[in-house]
């Protein structure tokens, strides 16, 4: 039923020449020119990066959300130890799930996931045991975890040029531009995170479909978060299915699904949005918590393999915590 992919079959690129050693001096960081992301070259992520270089990336992180390294080299090992430089790579959720299934999966580098539209066959497919190339809707990785990863990254062995690209949207300019009455209207306000389907809609290894908000799995977070450092807000939202799925504590279901429907459409407008056309050897690392991203479909006719890592989670700051009483349910 589930497709098996071992990183032992993948074939990687190999550099034609060695690169020379990384240097501050090298490093350039330019803006996307969209309401987030920056391109940086004159980085090899297989080489050794720290000091003030790793410090100046995990700064341009911070300022862009998002960043893209193209023309990488990478082994598994090299990607993890990339990956290293902006949070401790982690075990993605949904393989608990897959676990609980008695499905196999690749042990040695548990942090790392394939990202892949190949089938059993190992030809390209609709279909797999995970997003396959069906549309990726708008998400946050894992928020429907207690503590979602910081960020994700993700890197392209083989991707079509002409489709399955992944566009991102700022949250804080998504909270910044909402009205008044709004920002009044959701603070101290938390939502369910949905995790009984993956973010193709694909229902999980072991999990029943929800008939009723009460059967929802997953946790409470805040709909307005704060970033540790600098206190700026941004909107939370994280993933929503068509309901039962995503709503709003203690709110009466007609008002939870009008508020929720306002604060989508506000997260996702064009002008918040920034789009990645993907190249094999493209890296890209992105803020998980104030940022959401969403995948175009996959020609199901074109190979995608990508490797994916994710960064250990960090309690979500709110401004108002939430009730302590855990199992609401809406009128």
Not at 187 to 214: F, Q, V, Y
């Amino acid at each position: 039923m589930y497709s098996i992919h071992q990183l032992d079959t993948l074939s990687f690129p190999q550099r034609d020449s060695t690169s020379p050693a990384n240097d501050l001096a090298r490093l350039s960081i330019r803006p996307t020119g969209a309401a987030l992301g920056a391109v940086v070259t004159g980085i090899d992520l297989a080489q050794k990066i720290d000091g003030e270089l790793a410090s100046a990336l995990r700064q341009a992180w911070q300022d862009h959300l998002v960043l893209l390294f193209p023309d990488q080299y990478l082994q598994p090992r090299e990607f993890l130890s990339a990956a290293s430089i902006f949070g401790q790579p982690q075990e993605g959720a949904n393989r608990k799930y897959i676990r609980a299934a008695g499905i196999r999966q690749d042990d040695e580098f548990p942090e790392i996931m394939l990202n892949t539209n190949l089938g059993p066959d190992g030809k390209p497919t609709r279909e797999n045991d995970g997003l396959g190339s069906l549309e990726v809707v708008w998400h946050s990785d894992n928020s429907y975890i207690e503590e979602p990863p910081i960020g994700s990254m993700l890197y392209a062995l083989e991707a079509p040029s002409d489709s399955g690209h992944t566009s991102f949207s700022n949250q804080y300019l998504a909270y910044e531009r909402l009205p008044e009455i709004v920002k009044r209207e959701i603070d101290g306000l938390w939502a369910k995170h949905d995790a009984s389907r993956n973010s193709a809609g694909m229902l999980r290894p072991g999990i029943a479909l929800p008939t009723r908000p009460e059967e929802v799995p997953g946790p409470f977070h805040p709909l307005v978060i704060r970033h540790p450092q600098s206190g700026r807000r941004s909107l939370y939202l994280g993933r929503r299915r068509d309901f039962p799925s995503q709503y709003i504590d203690g709110l009466p279901l007609e008002q939870s699904e009008a508020l929720l429907d306002q604060l989508w459409t506000a997260a996702v407008k064009e002008d918040l949005t920034w789009t990645h056309r993907w190249t094999p050897g493209d890296v890209l690392i992105w803020d998980n918590r104030y940022s959401m991203h969403y995948r175009t479909p996959i020609d199901e006719t074109q190979r995608r393999v990508m490797l994916r890592t994710q960064f250990q989670g960090q309690p979500l700051l709110a401004d108002s915590p939430r009730d302590l009483q855990q199992d609401k349910t809406l009128p």
